[in-house]
């Protein structure tokens, strides 16, 4: 296998949720890999992940064929657990990590600041896409950003121009919303997407509600949140000239026969582009059917070109696909039939009965021996089957399989696993099926000298050229028959179990020459040995410098980031930071979120002090010439790519506060010196996180509704910096880019001009809820928690802690209804003044994660 030329293509990086698919991404090529060490601390907690026993046999295994291993610490990181993960993330490095890829901005800032040594990458969960936020990272001392899985092919150019590493997914599962600010799994069970035990809500079905309750889903679309997978194998020319440095492939939860199909394909497809080759149309129809038969919910490469119409929704079904291969063309009814089940009590044999058939299927596509099909009637998908083929067949071909019941003609065929694929990556997994590194061999047989064996990497890795030179018995005059260079060329390059390839011989041979073979075997075992060392050396460099013994424990960490932390603060405070910010009101504000300006000034009337407001409430308010009661605060928008910048960016000034939603905002308020207050989008659990925020500019704080109300205090009580949390209202669960009511048909390709923007639409449960949807003036939605919150109730221990802005929700509100839930956040705030407990919490409301915390 070649290795990749970086200055020419993408690194091909590969998901790993365990040590079989890590060795089937090896064997098909990957030159990276990404996994999970333990099951704390990654987002792919349900995945087998590693020990540190496999992860360092692992790590040993990719290095020898110059691939990287990427460990995935890509959670939010609670306040307790700081320690822990830094612990983890020292071992994962002493064991063989290459970089670590992080969500958590407390946890970057204390890993740059321990060991500057370590490579950090962003992950996708940071929610950076534009080219503000990417150099920033790089500023922090990231050395890779991995993007937003939305962005163009356009996007991605304007941001390479920074000079910082990219990565991108490229091909696998896509979520429907922005990745690390989608709330949904852990508002409807706890599990959080943040945390990494996503439910996957979005795959479930829904409908879509008018505001009389009537369904406008369009017929046959009842998931509408559910995407189709990523495919950009047709699209790694444009990737690369536009300075893609990674191609991600997601799949950690998959089996290690999806790994090895996909990364194989990828891998010729990139090879051919290195080379400049040209993909061939049988190359073409070979990789596209690889792909096609691994897990997938059909494919769609629209955000490449900057579209996110209905064209990559899945609306009809969530689990996988496969190949349509052909179609059902008879079948027969064969009865039923006695099957023995096993012995009962007393030792009587148990019988149940099954109904057997057998159907003809034409095939438009070839399927092979042993592969999984799939037969699912049209008219009722649910009432689908699976058989296998019981041989090869070609295309034009008619099949026949046993089936459990009889099929209705016409029913589609899938293949929906590969045998092959399994079977090979089967062999991948165990071992058997290696990848080898390509060496040159050089052999000195000179007679009254040494004879040597050197071995040479033929390509960089990524340390450079490895090399290594072993020398044995000398070299003796023949007594028999003289040694040729034939047999040194077979006999050197019998490297066995070793990880190497020759793939080039230079002999230097004395004629007359003679020797034992047994004798060269040795020499060439131990200068595969000492190239392995050699491999190895850096990492095993970087565990002797450190010392595995002496490492940290978590209570001595734990240690050490309450003294940087006083360190840092101070700092603060001697530069006029956060620590001296304006702002604060130790008597406590009521705030509202307010849609517009008849709804602000109903909030002003019921006690609101403060009031925001979108960037798309403060554009149609100018519109109308309508006139704001206060000066609401800007309450920018979770995303921020580059489209975007002129409408947001005038919204951040300097002296005047605002609401950041996104980094590359919070970053443009520190050029400008507004007061940024980073909005819950934003997740800030921990200590660590919140200095570094103030040490990017924060000068006030929103807490994330997946706290609970202990974490809430702890971070309160810990800041420098005005502290909020939204105490009423519905909880934003889901930001996208796609628009969920284009699932009605209806979409007129002008926002502002929607009709069915304008209604009260939401998506119907399965248990009946309602989460309210809202699409903006950009076309990307906002989907809302199904119950309304109401922590006004804890508003005591909250204020006491040093929560000090409390938030009335009001965006999906009237007036009447606005003023309503205000008046209950002042009458809570100046109950706790008072000294008197507020109102109990209001019926069919919930308090959130306040008393559940997130798993």
Known sequence: MAFRDTHDVPELLAPAGGPEPFRAALAAGADAIFCGLGSDFNARRGAGNFTYETFAQACREAHLLGA???????????????????????????????????????????????????????????????????RWCCELGAERVTLSRELSVAEIERIAREGVELESFGHGALCFCYSGVCMMSSLSGGRSANRGLCAQPCRLPYDLVDGDGNVISAPGAGRPLCPKDFRTLDDLPRLTAAGLGSLKVEGRMKAPDYVYSVISAYRAQLDDLAAGREVTDADEAARSRTLARAFNRDFTNSYLDGRSDNDMMSYDRSNNRGELVGFVVATRDLGSAKVRRGGGSGGRDRFRTVTMAEMDMHLDAPVGAGDLLEVRPQDDPSQFLTTRAEADAATGDVICCKTARPMPKGCPVRVIRSKRAMDEAARAASGEKRRRLPVRVAVTARLGRPFAVTLTTVEPLPTGIASACAEGFVVEPARTRAVTREDLVEHVGRMGTSPFEPVAFDVDLDEGAGMGFSAVHKVRAQACDLLEQAILAPTSDAARKWGLAGAPDADALAEELGRA?????????????????????????????????????????????????????????????????????????????????????????????????????????????????????????????????????????????????????????????????????????????????????????????????QERCALKTRDGSLMPVRTDLEGRSHIYAAHPLDATPQMGELFSAGVTRFMADCTLLGEAEAAAQVRRVAAALAAVRAGRKPAPRAKGATSGHLFAGIE
Not at 656 to 663: H, L, Q, S, T
Not at 732 to 748: F, W
């Open 68 to 134: 990287r291993v990427y460990v995935t610490q890509n959670v939010v990181i609670k306040g307790d657990e700081m320690p822990r993960a830094l612990a983890l993330l020292r071992k994962a490095w002493l064991l063989g990590a290459d970089a670590f890829i992080i969500q958590d901005w407390g946890l970057l800032a204390e890993a740059r600041r321990l060991w500057p040594d370590i490579e950090c990458h962003i992950s996708t969960q940071a929610n950076v896409h534009d080219a503000r936020a990417t």
């Open 565 to 757: 932390r006083v360190r840092v603060r101070e700092a603060l405070a001697g530069e006029g930071g956060a620590a001296s910010a304006p702002g604060a009101q130790p008597a406590g504000e009521v705030c509202a979120l307010v849609p517009t300006p008849e709804v602000a000034c109903a909030a002003v009337a019921a006690g609101a002090t403060r009031l925001y407001a979108t960037p798309d409430a403060l554009a149609l308010a100018r519109e109308r010439g309508a006139a704001w009661p206060m000066e609401p605060v800007p309450w920018l928008d979770e995303v921020c790519r580059e489209v975007d910048h002129d409408r947001l960016d005038p919204l951040v000034e300097a002296g005047r506060p605002c609401g950041v939603g996104n980094v590359s905002e919070l970053v443009l308020a520190r050029e400008r010196g507004a007061l940024a207050e980073v909005r819950p989008c934003i997740p800030v659990h921990n200590p660590s996180c919140l200095l570094a925020l103030e040490e990017a500019g924060a000068r006030g704080v929103w807490l994330s509704p997946e706290l609970t109300l202990a974490e809430a205090c702890e971070l309160a009580g810990a800041s420098d910096v005005p502290v909020g949390l939204v105490v009423s209202g519905r909880t934003r669960a889901m930001t996208s880019e796609h628009c969920v009511l284009q699932v009605a048909n209806r979409c007129i390709h002008d926002c502002a001009r929607c009709r069915l923007r």
